[in-house]
């Protein structure tokens, strides 16, 4: 352990095959026979309460949290082999039993990886940030992952910036960001690397991460035991939620760059899973599972809590005894996940308490909606599949105590949420006049999960059905499942990137939304280059500066607050500033004067950075010296 820690200090140990070693070794844990069943264990885990170590100060003159991560994997395993009586047999524990059923992972990472292509096939810097640019949020979460490698610990603990100056997004939850930081560290080393390098590991690493929570989903329905059972009748149903995980109802997050919020979600549904399918709950390995997702959705989107509520009752409500049962010693270290559990949801509400309820009511932001035709579809099937399940008895749907049972109450996680999600929406379109930015994504949130819970009833009731009539064999059972399951890729649009090489307008969200970033793309190149050349060439002692491109292809306030962000410069100062080049939205003919006098007049502090020709032209068009000194070109 120790020699991996030292090499992997000194960067002599890194790269993307090291992160591909770390994932097999994560699989190779014994959590449980079952493959799907490791995946939820180690991604509920890995996700949800490994980022809570970036909590604690930069260690990062000792190790880091990737190399910390390998070494305990490494040493564990071996440690397990080498001091067993049986080394054959604890060898042959480290691989999990395979099933036709584990195959649609694959099909779930293929699908996840080919609908996110452009992200992970970035190779210089300036491809990386062209393709970033497409998304206001980028710079945020960019910001956030990029403070994590640059500080060694989350915002809150980075300490401050200077006297009377806070840090931005120190109110945000960044547990997401931390587990990308933590595969960067593996990636790229544990210091940061260049500004290229990093802009390629996030752009990859945070695309890797909305394919994992695909991924982590899949598994999580791989685990129900019909669907395990009878992977071929199940197919077009799995097939169907990873869709809607990749092109479809997901694409509404990617687009937008709610990866962050996508891993919320797909813990949420590790969670009802967990509560729902364990064997025993109260087995440490599952306990801590299931309290990691909880820490996981609090660090990633904290207002998912409300649906991870119902999710957990699922487990307690009825109370099923057997599922409990367990040791007084197996009960003790429950007691200690509970315990780190409180501290992760304290750490969560100390960093939130700083965001008041009437930002979070009356928050603006970007979200396509989707037409919600499916997601309607797929709220109707799921209803009627769970009251089916229960004979039409709502005294069975809430006291059975049968496995269908409990699958059937799954469906309460999403309509608890609809019973938040429409009052709080009449409040605010009578309020603002519209259904406000969180209001939006919570909605996103039920709409992933309706055919998660759709796939689990659906498929409950055919195998309710096929086991009650033993003797029914459908013939051409493969090419019947196989069809259906195509057809399933196409049920929220042609699943192509763009339909206007065959000469017809993109329609779907997904086919919209990638034929906008690929023109965005190519249009924002010049601006990305020279965004890139003026955050490479930023030098501290010029303090405090704001970036004006020379480019009207872009917005003048996403590049300059992109410039913050690649500089870790990113302060309640500097941010609140970029409010005065709004004249730029005019022109530049005119306003750029105007905009420029406008920021250094604002904040004293605050310098200007741009291109020699425009300060030139500044110069030229009689800027004061006191105030043009205070300008400074990158070139």
């Not at 395993?77 to 036709?100: D, E, M």
């Not at 965001?355 to 997601?375: P, R």
């Not at 420029?596 to 291109?611: F, H, K, M, P």
């Amino acid at each position: 352990m120790s020699a991996l820690l030292w090499f992997g200090h000194q960067g002599v140990l890194r790269g993307w095959g090291l992160l591909a070693l770390t994932a097999l070794l994560v699989l190779a844990v014994p959590t449980s026979r079952q493959l799907s069943w490791r995946i939820v264990i180690a991604g509920a885990t890995l996700f949800g309460a490994f980022p809570l170590l970036w909590w604690i100060p930069d260690p990062r003159d000792l190790f880091s949290w990737g190399f910390v991560l390998l070494a305990m994997l490494g040493s564990g395993l071996t440690l397990r082999v080498i001091g067993s009586a049986n080394r054959g047999r604890a060898l042959k524990s480290l691989l999990p039993s395979f099933s036709k059923a584990d195959y649609y992972l694959l099909i779930a990472a293929l699908i996840g990886a080919t609908a996110l292509a452009p992200y992970f096939f970035v190779f210089t810097g300036q491809e990386a940030l062209s393709v970033l640019l497409t998304s206001w949020d980028n710079s945020s979460h960019f910001n956030m992952y990029n403070m994590l490698r640059a500080h060694g610990t989350v915002i809150p603990m980075a300490g401050v910036p200077e006297e009377g100056r806070v840090w931005s997004f120190v109110e945000y939850p960044q547990g997401f960001h931390a587990v990308v930081a933590t595969l960067s560290e593996l990636v790229v080393g544990p210091q940061p690397g260049s500004l290229s390098q990093e802009l390629i590991a996030y752009s990859r690493l945070s695309s890797l991460m909305a394919v994992a929570s695909a991924v982590l989903v899949t598994a999580g329905l791989i685990c129900v035991p019909w669907i395990r059972r009878r992977p071929l009748v199940s197919a077009p149903f799995l097939v169907l939620v990873a869709t809607a995980w990749s092109f479809g109802t997901a694409s509404h997050a990617t687009f937008f760059a709610f990866q962050n919020f996508l891993l919320g979600v797909a813990l949420l549904a590790a969670l009802m899973v967990i509560s729902a399918f364990a064997d025993s709950l109260a087995k440490p390995i599952i306990f801590a599972a299931a309290a990691s997702t909880v820490i996981g959705i609090a660090q990633t989107w904290s207002l998912l809590l409300i649906l991870a509520l119902p999710a957990a009752l699922l487990a307690i409500v009825p109370w099923i005894g057997r599922r409990w049962h367990t040791t007084s010693g197996n009960w003790a270290i429950n007691l200690a996940t509970v315990v780190l559990a409180m501290t992760g949801l304290f750490l969560a509400a100390k960093q939130i308490s700083r965001i008041g309820t009437e930002d979070v009511v009356a928050a603006l932001g970007k979200i396509e909606s989707s037409t919600h035709g499916v997601e309607i579809a797929t709220l109707l099937v799921g209803v009627t599949s769970s009251l089916l399940l229960a004979h039409g008895s709502f005294r069975q749907f809430f006291t059975g105590r049968g496995t269908r049972h409990i699958s059937a109450r799954l469906i309460l996680v999403p309509l608890v949420g609809l019973v938040v999600v429409i009052p709080l929406g009449v409040y605010q379109v009578a309020t603002f006049g519209k259904v406000t930015y969180y209001s939006l994504k919570l909605a996103l949130a039920l709409e992933l999960l309706l055919p998660v819970v759709a796939c689990v009833t659906v498929t409950a009731l055919i195998d309710r059905w096929l086991s009650t009539h033993p003797y029914v064999h459908p013939r051409h059972l493969v090419i019947m499942s196989v069809l259906t399951a195509v057809a399933s890729t196409q049920v929220f649009g042609l699943t192509v990137p763009d339909t206007k090489p065959l000469g017809m307008e993109p329609v779907a969200p997904y086919q919209r939304g990638m034929s906008a970033i690929t023109t965005e793309t190519s249009t924002n190149g010049p601006s990305a280059d020279e965004l890139f050349q003026a955050a490479q060439s930023y030098n501290p002692h010029h303090g405090d500066l704001v970036f004006v491109t020379s480019h009207d292809q872009v917005d003048p306030l996403l590049t300059a607050t992109w410039f913050l962000s690649l500089t870790g410069t990113h302060k309640d100062n500097t941010n609140s500033v970029l409010a005065e080049l709004r004249p730029l939205y005019s022109g530049y003919t005119g306003n750029l004067k105007l905009a420029v006098q406008n920021v250094l007049e604002e904040d004293r502090d605050v310098s200007i950075v741009l291109d020699k020709e425009l300060r030139n032209f500044l110069e030229s068009s009689g800027l004061s010296e006191n105030l043009l000194s205070r300008v400074v070109s990158y070139n």
